[in-house]
């Protein structure tokens, strides 16, 4: 096995190289070759989502992929989301909706949660508790985390509502 | 309309009760928050700890020779490298690097400061550890019999802690009682589970100086517990805390992996990180104290309760950390939730080589409150009361002071009870499942209702509470609020911020709260016991009153009106009477400090009111004011998996008065949400000192698909004390779910269950009679 591997990515919408040993995550890859702690470490196993990235567009806990696995993919994490539209909207839902409290499981479950809606832009209650369903949170109870998808799902998006407006 | 104006218009009405989006969310929620795991300073080093490999052993010999040998291995470390350090704990009873005996599977033996984790990993598996097995102790029922080894060699009879409480005459108050009624109840380990595993940085500066980037919940006192490890003055322990991933009471006190880094940081002269991973949390951070409680209770047939006698066994596990002191909670509710005429209360506490138990949100409360919540059902059952009318009959009233000594200047409970009975259909609903117990559904319906008392006040645990305040106007009525109140992401920096810009008439987005340094903020005792919106809400607003009439007084004395005339609103110095604008804040402001060079930083402090504190016997007052709930948990068991679902929770909570309603209803939902794993989900199974399930696999947390509806009505009872009426509430919500759930699990099925976790396969095997029931042996 080779003591590192070559790879190329699009990460946040940037063409990206990085050379990684074989046995690295895609969390660790992101975390401390790449310096983007928003994506967060908190059971390394697959077990809480607080890692939780999106691959080609799928949700994926990046502690249970290899770093080499990333090699000609497109990679979206919570830096990249935040700077979108729809992250913008689900960062503000997330806040107006009070579903942040210490906040390690937020950027994990904003990327859950947009993955969900780029699928079905009006789901279900049930479909959001489903979609959540694996990602932990200790502070919330989930409640206000269920809201905030039921708001950043419906209406028309807030943020372009008030640029219209100021024209 | 700008954000600003909006602002601006928002503030002239009351920011009391309204729902107040949390400051840092959008830090948080975009990943832009830096947690201790996410820092990385220049030429920092990474720590790794190696942890026994018995539960209970000599140490005989180490040899770290081959781990030093290592490439990008810095230092290797055990107690003979760090001769001068001390004990730490609550009881002072063991040292962070363990010298030559290992007390459970967590102990820690050596530690190793590396390049990466990985090397610190990997220098780990070359130590060599020679040990002599000793027998283990892992029931506390055997740590109290006769010739059963000692953990600790000073501490005979193996016992950490005792609390002895009583009033009147139980005896008398057995001769009175038509009915008397006793149970084992059985409560289990779980713990915290904070999504942000531990970690520290420490650093020492050239001068000598340490600093800490930490996630206490007690900076300053801590800094105080740090110095005495390290023999320096406390002046030169700089503790700043980065946004924290949790706490829930985990971080009350010193663990060894907090001196150990410090160790190493001193040794290496580099800043040494040291971060846990999900097993070794779950492996070596405390956990709830698991309790055996036997309890004797009695009441006449008119439904008065006469006594209650309540015995508890306490598994302290191998060292002595906040969870010992767990009791001194447990008493009041066993004493003061009801109206007790005669009570009587022992604890012991008995070390084992079992992991040792912290603090945790309800403090002892949520094991107090599952046995006297299924007395209070099982009394009324034995005298054919509705159980709602005998907990209203025997309820505290506003005014009381209980024969423990408590005063509850407010209290709500008798609303509570009314009011989280009737929204949930209580009384209908506890009949009609009663009666479908033995009908050939077998899917049973259950309700089930408890209350809880709990300090809302501050508490009297330290021989002061108290928290200091610093406000600091700028020249555009922007505010900076450094307060000492620590936030672990209950909302703390939000209600404060709201509760000056109430005084001040100024919108959320005009304040800047910085609360995470001990060299800026004020001394504060920690962010414990519900505390915070209470102490250091009380002293925000001394703060803010004093800005206030320094700002009324100069505007006074420029408009010609009289101060008494001028209020603050909207941004604006105002007509109290009218509204009407006299002048723009920021332009008061600037003419403060440029024409009469005014002072515009603010100074105060608010320690808890003067009251009777407990004497030798606990009796007296512990907080200013008392937090009141009723909770009702409707649920449905499957008979035939033993599966039970939380469907509904009902609650009625008396906080004095709602601040921020979007963060009080995240306090509520959170705790009873983690009152449901407590009853439900959640088991650490520890066998022979070992902790079998130690990830999220096997420790069942509860997940969104599962979570109950949640109906909540505020009692706001305007306390004298609180800030605007306010109470505390951070621990209130968790603490009455699994007494809920027990008597909604009797209702179902009239099986009565005395242990927890309800988990299927203990519910199924309880149906069957096939579970034993929760003994009590220990010798009297």
Same mark, same amino acid.
């Given at each position: 096995?080779?003591?590192?591997?070559?790879?190329?990515?699009?990460?946040?919408?940037?063409?990206?190289?990085?050379?990684?040993?074989?046995?690295?995550?895609?969390?660790?890859?992101?975390?401390?070759?790449?310096?983007?702690?928003?994506?967060?470490?908190?059971?390394?196993?697959?077990?809480?989502?607080?890692?939780?990235?999106?691959?080609?567009?799928?949700?994926?806990?990046?502690?249970?992929?290899?770093?080499?696995?990333?090699?000609?993919?497109?990679?979206?994490?919570?830096?990249?989301?935040?700077?979108?539209?729809?992250?913008?909207?689900?960062?503000?839902?997330?806040?107006?909706?009070?579903?942040?409290?210490?906040?390690?499981?937020?950027?994990?479950?904003?990327?859950?949660?947009?993955?969900?809606?780029?699928?079905?832009?009006?789901?279900?209650?049930?479909?959001?508790?489903?979609?959540?369903?694996?990602?932990?949170?200790?502070?919330?109870?989930?409640?206000?985390?269920?809201?905030?998808?039921?708001?950043?799902?419906?209406?028309?998006?807030?943020?372009?509502?008030?640029?219209?407006?100021?024209? | 309309?700008?954000?600003?104006?909006?602002?601006?218009?928002?503030?002239?009405?009351?920011?009391?009760?309204?729902?107040?989006?949390?400051?840092?969310?959008?830090?948080?929620?975009?990943?832009?928050?830096?947690?201790?795991?996410?820092?990385?300073?220049?030429?920092?080093?990474?720590?790794?700890?190696?942890?026994?490999?018995?539960?209970?052993?000599?140490?005989?010999?180490?040899?770290?020779?081959?781990?030093?040998?290592?490439?990008?291995?810095?230092?290797?470390?055990?107690?003979?490298?760090?001769?001068?350090?001390?004990?730490?704990?609550?009881?002072?009873?063991?040292?962070?690097?363990?010298?030559?005996?290992?007390?459970?599977?967590?102990?820690?033996?050596?530690?190793?400061?590396?390049?990466?984790?990985?090397?610190?990993?990997?220098?780990?598996?070359?130590?060599?550890?020679?040990?002599?097995?000793?027998?283990?102790?892992?029931?506390?029922?055997?740590?109290?019999?006769?010739?059963?080894?000692?953990?600790?060699?000073?501490?005979?009879?193996?016992?950490?802690?005792?609390?002895?409480?009583?009033?009147?005459?139980?005896?008398?108050?057995?001769?009175?009682?038509?009915?008397?009624?006793?149970?084992?109840?059985?409560?289990?380990?779980?713990?915290?589970?904070?999504?942000?595993?531990?970690?520290?940085?420490?650093?020492?500066?050239?001068?000598?100086?340490?600093?800490?980037?930490?996630?206490?919940?007690?900076?300053?006192?801590?800094?105080?517990?740090?110095?005495?490890?390290?023999?320096?003055?406390?002046?030169?322990?700089?503790?700043?805390?980065?946004?924290?991933?949790?706490?829930?009471?985990?971080?009350?006190?010193?663990?060894? +992996?907090?001196?150990?880094?410090? #160790? /190493? &940081?001193?040794? *290496? !002269?580099? %800043? $040494?990180?040291?971060? +846990?991973?999900?097993?070794?949390? #779950? /492996? &070596?951070?405390? *956990? !709830?104290? %698991? $309790?055996?409680?036997?309890?004797?209770?009695?009441?006449?047939?008119?439904?008065?309760? *006469?006594?209650?006698?309540?015995?508890?066994?306490?598994?302290?596990?191998?060292?002595?950390?906040?969870?010992? *002191?767990?009791?001194?909670?447990?008493?009041?509710?066993?004493?003061?939730?009801?109206?007790?005429?005669?009570?009587?209360?022992?604890?012991?506490?008995?070390?084992?080589?079992?992991?040792?138990?912290?603090?945790?949100?309800?403090?002892?409360?949520?094991?107090?409150?599952?046995?006297?919540?299924?007395?209070?059902?099982?009394?009324?059952?034995?005298?054919?009361?509705?159980?709602?009318?005998?907990?209203?009959?025997?309820?505290?009233?506003?005014?009381?002071?209980?024969?423990?000594?408590?005063?509850?200047?407010?209290?709500?409970?008798?609303?509570?009870?009314?009011?989280?009975?009737?929204?949930?259909?209580?009384?209908?609903?506890?009949?009609?499942?009663?009666?479908?117990?033995?009908?050939?559904?077998?899917?049973?319906?259950?309700?089930?209702?408890?209350?809880?008392?709990?300090?809302?006040?501050?508490?009297?645990?330290?021989?002061?509470?108290?928290?200091?305040?610093?406000?600091?106007?700028?020249?555009?009525?922007?505010?900076?609020?450094?307060?000492?109140?620590?936030?672990?992401?209950?909302?703390?920096?939000?209600?404060?911020?709201?509760?000056?810009?109430?005084?001040?008439?100024?919108?959320?987005?005009?304040?800047?709260?910085?609360?995470?340094?001990?060299?800026?903020?004020?001394?504060?005792?920690?962010?414990?016991?519900?505390?915070?919106?209470?102490?250091?809400?009380?002293?925000?607003?001394?703060?803010?009153?004093?800005?206030?009439?320094?700002?009324?007084?100069?505007?006074?004395?420029?408009?010609?009106?009289?101060?008494?005339?001028?209020?603050?609103?909207?941004?604006?110095?105002?007509?109290?009477?009218?509204?009407?604008?006299?002048?723009?804040?920021?332009?008061?402001?600037?003419?403060?400090?440029?024409?009469?060079?005014?002072?515009?930083?603010?100074?105060?402090?608010?320690?808890?009111?003067?009251?009777?504190?407990?004497?030798?016997?606990?009796?007296?007052?512990?907080?200013?004011?008392?937090?009141?709930?009723?909770?009702?948990?409707?649920?449905?068991?499957?008979?035939?998996?033993?599966?039970?679902?939380?469907?509904?929770?009902?609650?009625?909570?008396?906080?004095?008065?709602?601040?921020?309603?979007?963060?009080?209803?995240?306090?509520?939902?959170?705790?009873?949400?983690?009152?449901?794993?407590?009853?439900?989900?959640?088991?650490?199974?520890?066998?022979?000192?070992?902790?079998?399930?130690?990830?999220?696999?096997?420790?069942?947390?509860?997940?969104?698909?599962?979570?109950?509806?949640?109906?909540?009505?505020?009692?706001?009872?305007?306390?004298?004390?609180?800030?605007?009426?306010?109470?505390?509430?951070?621990?209130?919500?968790?603490?009455?779910?699994?007494?809920?759930?027990?008597?909604?699990?009797?209702?179902?099925?009239?099986?009565?269950?005395?242990?927890?976790?309800?988990?299927?396969?203990?519910?199924?095997?309880?149906?069957?009679?096939?579970?034993?029931?929760?003994?009590?042996?220990?010798?009297?």
């Amino acid at each position: 096995m080779p003591a590192r591997i070559d790879i190329e990515f699009t990460l946040n919408g940037v063409r990206t190289r990085a050379s990684v040993p074989p046995a690295m995550s895609t969390l660790a890859m992101l975390r401390e070759v790449l310096g983007l702690t928003g994506t967060k470490y908190a059971c390394g196993e697959g077990e809480c989502g607080a890692c939780t990235i999106l691959v080609d567009g799928r949700s994926v806990n990046s502690c249970l992929m290899f770093a080499a696995e990333c090699d000609g993919r497109e990679i979206l994490t919570i830096e990249g989301l935040a700077a979108t539209e729809r992250g913008e909207r689900l960062v503000r839902a997330f806040t107006d909706a009070g579903a942040v409290q210490c906040g390690f499981c937020t950027p994990g479950l904003v990327m859950q949660a947009s993955a969900l809606l780029a699928a079905d832009p009006q789901p279900s209650e049930a479909e959001i508790r489903r979609a959540i369903e694996g990602n932990l949170c200790r502070c919330t109870g989930y409640r206000k985390i269920i809201d905030a998808i039921v708001a950043a799902s419906s209406g028309p998006d807030p943020a372009l509502a008030a640029a219209g407006e100021g024209q | 309309m700008s954000a600003v104006s909006e602002n601006r218009e928002l503030a002239t009405v009351s920011l009391i009760g309204a729902r107040i989006p949390k400051m840092d969310a959008p830090e948080k929620a975009s990943g832009r928050a830096r947690y201790i795991h996410d820092l990385q300073l220049p030429g920092m080093l990474h720590a790794k700890i190696l942890r026994s490999a018995h539960v209970h052993a000599k140490i005989v010999a180490i040899d770290t020779s081959q781990a030093k040998k290592l490439p990008g291995v810095h230092a290797v470390i055990t107690a003979a490298d760090v001769p001068w350090q001390r004990p730490i704990g609550v009881a002072k009873d063991h040292l962070p690097l363990k010298p030559d005996r290992v007390r459970s599977l967590r102990d820690e033996i050596a530690a190793v400061a590396a390049d990466t984790p990985e090397i610190a990993e990997a220098a780990l598996g070359l130590i060599r550890v020679e040990y002599e097995p000793l027998p283990v102790l892992t029931d506390a029922t055997a740590a109290l019999e006769p010739g059963a080894p000692l953990i600790h060699a000073d501490r005979p009879g193996n016992i950490a802690m005792t609390f002895d409480y009583s009033h009147g005459d139980v005896g008398q108050g057995e001769a009175e009682s038509d009915v008397v009624v006793e149970d084992v109840f059985r409560l289990h380990y779980v713990t915290h589970c904070c999504m942000g595993v531990s970690g520290v940085i420490a650093e020492f500066e050239p001068n000598g100086n340490l600093r800490l980037y930490s996630n206490t919940q007690v900076p300053f006192l801590h800094k105080r517990e740090f110095a005495e490890l390290l023999g320096i003055d406390p002046g030169r322990i700089r503790i700043i805390q980065p946004p924290i991933g949790g706490a829930f009471g985990s971080k009350l006190d010193i663990y060894p +992996f907090e001196p150990i880094a410090i #160790f /190493l &940081a001193r040794i *290496t !002269r580099r %800043p $040494v990180k040291l971060v +846990f991973t999900r097993e070794e949390e #779950f /492996l &070596a951070s405390p *956990t !709830r104290q %698991p $309790v055996l409680f036997r309890l004797r209770s009695g009441c006449r047939k008119d439904g008065t309760l *006469t006594f209650r006698v309540a015995e508890t066994l306490h598994d302290n596990g191998a060292y002595t950390s906040w969870g010992a *002191t767990t009791p001194f909670v447990m008493m009041q509710t066993v004493s003061s939730l009801y109206r007790v005429p005669h009570c009587k209360y022992h604890t012991r506490a008995v070390y084992t080589n079992n992991p040792y138990a912290g603090s945790f949100r309800g403090y002892g409360n949520l094991q107090a409150t599952f046995a006297v919540e299924a007395h209070m059902d099982r009394l009324a059952d034995a005298i054919g009361m509705d159980p709602l009318e005998f907990r209203l009959k025997n309820a505290q009233e506003p005014g009381e002071t209980t024969p423990q000594g408590m005063h509850f200047r407010t209290c709500g409970l008798k609303d509570c009870l009314k009011s989280a009975a009737e929204r949930s259909g209580y009384v209908e609903k506890r009949r009609a499942y009663r009666a479908r117990q033995m009908d050939a559904n077998p899917v049973k319906r259950g309700i089930g209702m408890a209350s809880m008392l709990h300090v809302g006040g501050g508490a009297k645990i330290y021989p002061s509470d108290g928290c200091g305040t610093i406000l600091k106007l700028d020249d555009f009525a922007h505010v900076t609020l450094i307060t000492g109140a620590s936030e672990i992401g209950q909302g703390s920096e939000t209600v404060l911020a709201e509760l000056v810009c109430e005084e001040l008439g100024l919108p959320i987005a005009a304040v800047t709260v910085v609360n995470n340094d001990t060299d800026i903020t004020p001394w504060d005792v920690g962010v414990h016991a519900s505390r915070t919106t209470f102490i250091a809400g009380n002293s925000a607003i001394g703060a803010a009153r004093k800005a206030k009439a320094k700002i009324l007084a100069a505007a006074a004395a420029k408009s010609g009106h009289a101060p008494e005339a001028l209020d603050l609103r909207g941004g604006f110095v105002v007509l109290k009477a009218s509204g009407e604008r006299v002048i723009e804040l920021g332009k008061l402001i600037r003419s403060l400090h440029f024409q009469d060079k005014a002072e515009l930083v603010m100074t105060t402090h608010y320690y808890e009111p003067p009251s009777k504190h407990q004497d030798r016997g606990f009796k007296g007052d512990v907080s200013a004011a008392y937090a009141w709930a009723t909770q009702v948990c409707e649920v449905e068991v499957d008979t035939q998996t033993g599966i039970v679902r939380l469907l509904r929770v009902t609650g009625a909570h008396d906080v004095g008065r709602v601040l921020n309603r979007l963060g009080i209803e995240g306090q509520i939902e959170g705790g009873v949400v983690m009152g449901q794993g407590y009853a439900l989900t959640e088991n650490l199974i520890v066998e022979a000192g070992a902790i079998r399930n130690p990830c999220f696999r096997d420790y069942k947390l509860v997940t969104a698909p599962e979570i109950p509806e949640i109906d909540v009505e505020f009692i706001e009872t305007m306390d004298g004390e609180g800030p605007q009426g306010a109470k505390g509430v951070g621990e209130a919500p968790a603490i009455c779910i699994a007494a809920a759930v027990a008597n909604a699990i009797e209702n179902a099925t009239g099986v009565r269950i005395t242990a927890l976790p309800f988990t299927p396969e203990n519910v199924y095997r309880a149906l069957r009679g096939a579970a034993q029931p929760p003994q009590w042996r220990p010798a009297d």
